[in-house]
């Protein structure tokens, strides 16, 4: 029997759950585009932009995907014929080193495998080797979503700086911002990319490009960038419609409004706790789970593990048959593995991954756990006991 009428959760890394503020604000009719409140709105909300990201210095707003963040960013400071390096540690770096390369730059990669975090000393020395300074930029992700690594930002400043190499540190915090703690400039970030959709809990559609001084410089150095992708227009803009590059994404900055003055009212501190203490629970739910049966987590070191996403690995076709289960049986939503197979491997069937990110508070998280133990059960998949008493008692702990 189906059990899903209800409200469902769409567990997936991204788009998130929209908190019923947020979906309420964008319920309007649209406002005027040339003059009124929504032209003080849209500037109000730059610095709580910049608040989440951590940084004092620049922010600008895409209606795109987080997809066009990436080639934002490599627009304004990337060109035909320069070269970057791409530290992946999953689909999302090689995915933003893929964008790179299909615009002429060249590419070139370090890569640390889909279960591991960037080696610092071989980025050290890597950049030490290039004496001549050709590498302009270094590229990577926060947190990989498809492996659900988090990685160390401010060890990787540090890493670039003890080679001496002066490339830029361009980071992808799409599936982080608003969920896992990230500093832009303490950890010294010269460009961040990050999308609505995800710990901003704002339906997709925008995306952000956060970038310091030392990024404006190179960009101002560049013989040409792409008239829409341009971030020059965009900041501190002396005629709205420069802001967007065209009409403004209405709906959309009125739900964003909406979701920072939740960031704002709960404040950072407390939601990068809330995360942690979620996924906390997520994590010893399915350690014991484990103790029993083929569920095991992609990235075994707590400290390395993202606090928005927990990929996992249970056997082929397991995902498969969990996903649906839940889906169909309890209503909720998980995510499917990314790019632990390819998709005509019949191993694919055997990931799946758990977002905790957002919008989400403990009882969702419990409901999460147990509608999963419940489709372990139904489908006859062996796991060890107590992980829902395990995962309670984190949550009684925080
Ligand atoms: C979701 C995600 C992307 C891609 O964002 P789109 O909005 O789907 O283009 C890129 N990088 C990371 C780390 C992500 O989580």
Known sequence: MSLSQGRQYLAIPGPSVMPDRVLQAMHQPCPNIYEGGLIEMTHSLIPDLKYVAGTAAHAVIYIANGHGAWEAAVSNVLAVGDRVLVLATGRFCMGWGEMASSLGITVETIDFGGRDTIDMDRVRDHLRGDTAGRIKAVMAVHVDTSTSVRNDISALRGAIDASGHNALLMVDCIASLGCDEFRMDDWGVDIMVSACQKGLMTP?????????????????AMERVSAYWDWKPRVEPDLYYKYFCGTAPTQHLLGLREALDMIREEELPQIWARHEALASAVWAACFAWGQGGPLTMNIADPALRSRAVTALAIGAPGGTRL???????????LGIGLNMATLEDPNADGFFRIGHMGHVNAQMIMGTLGSIQAGLIALDIPHGPGGLDAAARVLAAA
């Open 323 to 333: 996903r649906r289960w839940t889906e169909h049986q309890a209503g909720l939503t």
């Open 204 to 220: 997709p559609g925008i995306a952000f490009v956060f970038f310091s001084d030392k990024a404006a410089a190179v960009r101002n």
